[in-house]
């Protein structure tokens, strides 16, 4: 079966996102498999004679999927959180136009494909796609982020960026549906009790190292606002910004972590849990959006507006050792049911589908 992928993604600033994440181990994987002859393109006239057509991207303010195609098209969309939270993507003219072309774009797909049932909600609500056009078809983690048994490089790890023996990990961006100044509030609750002092928060990605205060742009106001409350509470010694690591050097954050948080008030999928969960990292989650269907019983979830139950989750489970040991099993054991090779055996099926109709 002849295959044509769009690789855009991976030529933008989307290469370091998670569209750019999926678009290449979709790709590494599907080159994996025998029955399908591959073909990468970024623009429309690159492809030749194919069976179908993947965009593995969709954004719904920027014309990015052809309204005409010689070829059956399957599409996936990750999440459609703009028009969920309406007020907080403002949009103005051009990308309300787009939105338009977009929509009758993808009427003439012959399948979409999204991370997670919630999503698969909300693409048929907000999008108005026929329930049967949407297969969902969830993430895995990469290969990299394991169990590491290595102890010199935990050690150089652990020395090079100054970890403590405990401390909570977040990783991923910093808009306001992250919901990282209610992370810093708990954070601020748990380093006042006496026992608790020496525990630490390390927030990984480049985002948390950038000069921020003089750009005006509302994606940025979350930001901005967890980096005022880290000033004003005289936090700064008690957190750690890495930036942007590799993959190699991230897995070894999530093995020497206490726990790993995630305080989102909404995520499409959450990859971040599912890769603290293949390096036996306990994990303390909200429990909105995709996370519970991701996190299955892995986890201990918080309401995401409840700061005293979230200090409270996070204190019993630093203080109760076997309570981590616990989650760092079942973590381990719902992470099984993830896996790149699915993914794509998956969306193989997907592209059988399109052909049928």
């Known amino acids: ?80 959180m703009p028009l969920i939270f309406s007020k907080d993507y403002p949009v103005g003219l051009k990308g309300k136009i787009n939105f338009i072309l977009q929509k009758i774009a993808l009427g003439s797909c012959k399948k979409v494909i999204t991370d997670s049932n919630i999503s698969k909600k909300d693409i048929v609500k907000y999008l108005k796609v026929d329930d049967e056009k949407v297969a969902v078809i969830p993430l895995a983690a990469d290969p990299e982020f394991r169990v590491l048994n290595n102890d010199t490089e935990l050690l150089r790890i652990k020395r090079k960026y100054h970890l403590p023996d405990k401390f909570l990990l977040y990783v991923g961006d910093a808009n306001w549906v992250k919901n990282l100044p209610f992370l810093i509030e708990g954070f601020l609750q748990l380093v006042k009790s006496s026992d608790l002092e020496n525990v630490r928060l390390v927030l990984i990605g480049g985002v948390f190292l950038k000069d921020v205060e003089s750009i005006d742009h509302p994606e940025l106001d979350s930001l901005k606002r967890m980096n005022r409350l880290i000033k004003q509470y005289g936090l700064d010694e008690y957190i750690i910004r890495p930036g942007q690591i590799e993959t190699d050097e991230l897995a070894v954050f999530y093995n020497l972590a206490t726990i790993y948080v995630q305080p989102s008030i909404y995520e499409g999928f959450g990859l971040p849990v599912l890769q603290a969960f293949t390096c036996g990292t306990p994990v303390v989650s909200s429990n909105c959006g995709s996370l519970p269907e991701i996190g299955g019983n892995s986890a201990v979830y918080f309401d995401p507006t409840n700061l005293k139950q979230f200090v409270s989750i996070l204190k019993d489970v630093l203080e109760n050792v076997s309570l981590r040991n616990k989650l760092s099993k079942l973590g381990l054991s719902q992470a099984a049911k993830f896996s790149w090779k699915k993914v794509a055996d998956e969306t193989i099926s997907i592209y059988l589908k399109a052909l049928q109709k």
């Not at 994440?21 to 004679?49: A, C, G, M, V, W």
């Open 1 to 80: 079966m002849k295959i044509a992928i769009n690789n855009l993604p991976l030529k933008s600033d989307h290469k370091l996102r998670g569209i750019g994440y999926y678009t290449s181990h979709l790709i590494e994987f599907l080159r994996k498999d025998s029955s399908i002859n591959l073909q990468e393109f970024t623009n429309l006239p690159e492809i030749k004679k194919v069976d179908v057509v993947h965009y593995p991207w969709f954004d719904l303010y920027f014309h990015t999927l052809p309204a005409r195609r010689k070829f059956p098209t399957v599409v996936t969309i990750h999440d459609v």
